[in-house]
């Protein structure tokens, strides 16, 4: 992947140059390992800043929110998706936007590479398919495969759904892959050790909400954990309150949540806040053969009446 | 002040005795990372770590603390009678104190401590700790301690500084406070400070980024506020209010009742000016009601605002914390030297 981004800064110049679009939203390399930084370029000299490794991780649908410019975006699939949404959900009109895909072969946990190694990470160098990883005293090079997300280890949509421009040739599809391995696992857990897992998980949530605002669909102008009149939540940091928040956000994501794991990228303290959501995107794909984000042409499953639904009790 | 030598068994042991005439507090390892907790009896405090994820902050003022306790049962006499719920103020020790945590500790005090108003919750609470720091030798690559008027062999805001010599700890009283913890451990073998000089040079060379402040000194709150440089330093925050809640030296909290059934408390939570709620008025006007302005206020605040009414430097210790778990890679370093080295007209 990291030969994309001679392609990106040209396509990305040519928008700009040719005035089709007023920004590009891409990624500057970060100041610390493994983590690159939103930015937006609005002339050919901000787009030499950009840079596409598998530390580009953030999903930046989530920077289109209600915007009214002329935007050029890179996307990999899930932000694709994620913008699939946004247009469905009128966050962003199509017209708007010049999407430049890119085919993606996964983003790198930062987590999975910090336990590889004792000391502190200072260097990271990325290869076609390897990391070099250094410190003061270490360096060990990694696969790039075996430290990619969990999310993008049973990603279905690597490429693009919706673009206008592509940076590279599509990559092929994972085929073969459990993806609801870690869901079966809990489902097959009974109440009392579901309820153990789940406060476990939530022991050390600070309630900071990256979670929640990383994530492109948690764009409600007031949040519920943020209302008063009537107050849904306590704000202090009982569990019920914190547990609160998190099954209510989830439920809120059903049919929408395209698993791209920016939640849990966001997340200070490590918290997989994704089991959540991608429970309910097993049910929404069992129950309805959905998946979120792949058309502008499909209403969510959620969002429709249809008169020949099979369950009677909503007719 | 006392210079003592521990050998590393006498350490544990002198814990144990401790544990007697404290509250003994201590980084603890949680799944991979570390956080400041009461050690239960026999329990170590683990020095393996670099630094804890939240700061102590979360032990003075921790998120949710509970002022008032009060009862809505109008069969009780004092039904609607806020009073003061019960703490227990008997001295405590936290041990593996960071040198940046000990001197967050002097930069937030005046803020709680004020010839108007003492914020007692926060005062009993610093008040019955004794601090006892630990060195870093190994600081990580996110520190810039050095350039934010501390440094890892910093005892400013500590009662005793411990630094680990490898096969034996040399332990530094600071306060008198810190004298009295030592003799309480029984810790009473002089130590020299000869081998620590070394040290401590070796650690701060290790500390490679840096902050300057000069420049922002000199100019007017005004320039630095108007200056072009916000809007694209804000772009990519997403206003989790993250960096606000690992920061030693972030202060701010909410006051909120909380009812259940007919008994109720009042408590305060850490609160955070990255969030749009923090400035909202009851007529729906929002002051800070864009994200610029948000990220603004916050970098203002610790480098401008600070500096210019203390007179102590900025309200950053340079601990890192922020760095490293902001969810974009909004680095304070980055922004502090970029409002530094702005060409101001
Ligand atoms: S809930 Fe998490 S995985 Fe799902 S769309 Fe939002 S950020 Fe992505
Ligand atoms: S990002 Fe993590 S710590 Fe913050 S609210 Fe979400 S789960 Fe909790
Ligand atoms: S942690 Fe980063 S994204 Fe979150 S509020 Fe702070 S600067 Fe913004
Ligand atoms: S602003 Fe960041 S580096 Fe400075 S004291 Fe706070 S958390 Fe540490």
């Known amino acids: ?315 | 002040m006392k210079v003592i030598k521990i050998d590393k068994q006498d350490f544990t042991s002198g814990i144990e005795k401790l544990a007697d005439s404290y509250r003994l507090f201590g980084p603890v390892k949680e799944k991979e990372s570390y956080a400041f907790q009461k050690l239960e009896k026999g329990q170590l405090p683990d020095f393996n770590f670099k630094n804890t994820r939240l700061s102590i902050k979360s032990v003075i003022n921790p998120q949710s603390e509970v002022m008032f306790e009060y009862s809505l049962d109008e069969k009780q006499t004092d039904h609607h009678v806020m009073k003061e719920a019960k703490k227990d103020y008997s001295p405590r020790a936290i041990f593996g104190v960071r040198p940046c945590d000990g001197k967050s500790m002097v930069l937030v005090k005046p803020n709680f401590d004020t010839l108007e108003y003492k914020d007692n919750y926060w005062l009993d609470s610093y008040n019955c700790t004794t601090f006892v720091g630990l060195a870093c030798n190994d600081p990580c690559s996110t520190c810039f301690c050095t350039s934010a008027g501390s440094g890892p062999f910093d005892e400013t805001g500590l009662d005793v500084l411990l630094i680990d010599m490898d096969d034996y700890y040399i332990a530094k009283a600071v306060t008198s406070k810190g004298e009295a913890l030592l003799s309480a451990a029984s810790w009473d073998t002089a130590g020299t400070l000869d081998d620590v000089e070394d040290k401590k040079s070796k650690a701060e060379k290790k500390i490679k980024t840096s902050v300057s402040i000069d420049n922002i000194k000199d100019r007017s709150i005004n320039e630095i506020h108007q200056a072009s440089f916000w809007e694209d330093i804000a772009f990519s925050c997403i206003n989790c209010g993250t960096c606000t809640y690992v920061c030693p030296t972030c202060w701010c909290f909410d006051i909120q009742d909380e009812n259940s059934g007919k008994s109720g408390v009042r408590m305060r939570n850490w609160d955070s000016c990255m969030f749009p709620l923090f400035t909202m008025h009851g007529t729906g006007h929002n002051p800070r009601g864009e994200k610029t302005q948000r990220v603004r206020q916050r970098f203002m605040h610790k480098l401008k605002y600070y500096l210019d009414k203390y007179d102590q430097g900025i309200q950053c210790v340079g601990c890192g914390r922020c760095i490293q778990s902001c969810p974009v890679n909004i680095d304070i370093r980055r922004v502090c030297n970029i409002m530094n080295d702005y060409n101001y007209e």
């Open chain 1, 1 to 315: 992947m990291i030969g994309y981004i001679d392609k990106i800064k040209e396509i990305s110049k040519g928008l700009l140059e040719e005035k089709k679009v007023d920004m590009i939203i891409g990624f500057r390399k970060g100041t610390v390992p493994m983590i690159n930084e939103p930015c937006v370029a609005k002339t050919s000299a901000d787009v030499d800043n950009f840079v596409w490794d598998s530390s580009c991780g953030i999903n930046l649908a989530n920077y289109l929110t209600g915007r009214k410019e002329k935007i050029g975006i890179i996307a990999k699939g899930c932000d694709s998706r994620n913008i699939v949404n946004h247009i469905i959900e009128n966050k962003i009109n199509r017209e708007q936007l010049t999407i430049i895909g890119v085919p993606c072969k996964g983003m790198v946990d930062r987590s999975k590479v910090k336990a590889l190694v004792s000391s502190d990470i200072e260097e990271v160098i990325e290869k076609e398919d390897t990391m070099v990883i250094s410190g003061a005293d270490f360096e060990k090079t990694v696969k790039t495969s075996d430290v990619i997300s969990k999310n993008c280890t049973i990603c279905m949509h690597r490429n693009p759904v919706i673009f206008d421009e592509l940076v590279a040739e599509e990559v092929d599809e994972q085929k073969d892959v459990n993806r609801y391995e870690d869901i079966d696992k809990i489902e097959a857990m009974d109440s009392g050790e579901k309820w153990n897992y789940f406060e476990d998980m939530f022991k050390s949530c600070i309630r900071c909400y990256a979670c929640r605002n990383a994530c492109p669909l948690c764009y409600c102008p007031t949040c519920f954990v943020d209302e008063s009149k009537p107050q849904w939540v306590g704000k202090s940091q009982d569990p019920i309150d914190i547990w609160t928040f998190h099954f209510l956000r989830a439920y809120h994501c059903a049919g929408r949540c395209t698993d791209c794991g920016a939640c849990v990228r966001a997340c200070p303290m490590d918290i997989d806040v994704r089991l959540l959501t991608k429970k309910l995107e097993k049910d929404c794909f069992e129950m309805f053969n959905w998946e979120a984000g792949l058309s502008i042409d499909k209403r969510p499953p959620l969002d429709v009446f249809n008169a020949d639904d099979p369950d009677g009790f909503i007719k």
